[in-house]
């Protein structure tokens, strides 16, 4: 009897133990989840190159407790009214000017709080293969929206083609051209649109995330193009945007830091071949 009841004793001790080793087991796996939540951070940005670049940063910042989500856009408007309405928590896509410019006209209230990188724009050929071959009254298509049209104008002032009023600066349009001696002609495209209608053009002024989505390259591909030291550089430096009031969000402020950090700047320079540039 005795020998029984020490057997039963010895059972019992098994069981509890075993019994523990589960429940130590599931406290792990729910420590274990709680560790993998990670903290959302929802970005608007255009395919190339700002949604790459966002992409390769990650693994940086799920170490830092963040879930990079990415939402792509392929237009200019939508990521910004997106970004006031709260449904994004920034975005990445647009230059400094065009975002002032947009507050300005659309009664939004976005700030900037990383300047990353500028894209040069190129001037590249279509149906007329070079500067030399340009025909009088041959036709050029430049974006539509305002600064990237005063941006493309002044390009083709510094190609020599036109001549603008200096008192237009980067407010300038067709209207401000005060020489044109070759009488070009200039097709007024969405910016999306440009890279797909060379065919249809004697050349294209196309900004620099579109001409990568077209396979063309600013320092190969272009008949001219904005150097580092051109005013463009600064003017028109691609910024991270949040609405006003978010700036000392931490995870946004954790984003910025990733954006302008040496795995983001070498990720730039292997990848984009001098077709982006960093400015930090």
Known sequence: MKKLFSLLMVLSLVLLAAAGCGDDKATGNNAGNQQAELT???????????EEILNALKDT????????????????????????????????????????????????????IADVHYEP????????????????????????DPTN????????????????????????TPYDITDNPKNL?????????????????????????????????????????????SLAATLYVNVLAVKEGTEDDPKLKALAEALCSETAKTFIEETYNGNVQTVF
């Not at 049209?149 to 020599?160: I, N």
């Open 149 to 172: 049209e005063a941006r493309a104008l002044l390009l083709l002032e510094a190609a020599g083609l036109i001549t603008l009023n200096p008192e237009a600066g980067i407010k300038a």
């Open 40 to 50: 959302p951070i929802v970005v608007g940005a255009s395919p190339t190159p700002h």
């Open 185 to 229: 002609q200039f097709s007024e495209l969405e910016a999306a649109q440009l890279p797909r209608s060379l065919s249809d053009l004697d050349m294209a002024v196309i900004n620099g995330n579109y001409a990568l989505q077209a396979n063309l390259s600013a320092a190969t591909d272009a008949l001219a193009a904005e150097d580092d030291q």
């Open 121 to 144: 724009m190129g001037l590249y050929p279509g149906k007329t293969a070079s500067l030399e071959e340009l025909a009088d009254g041959a036709t050029i298509g430049i974006p539509a």
């Open 61 to 112: 910042l799920a170490e830092q407790g963040y879930d990079l989500q990415v939402q792509e856009y392929t237009d200019y408007i939508i990521p910004n009214t997106a970004l006031e309405n709260g449904e994004i928590d920034a975005n990445y896509f647009q230059h400094i000017t065009y975002m002032n410019d947009f507050n300005e006209e659309n009664g939004t209230h976005l700030v900037a």
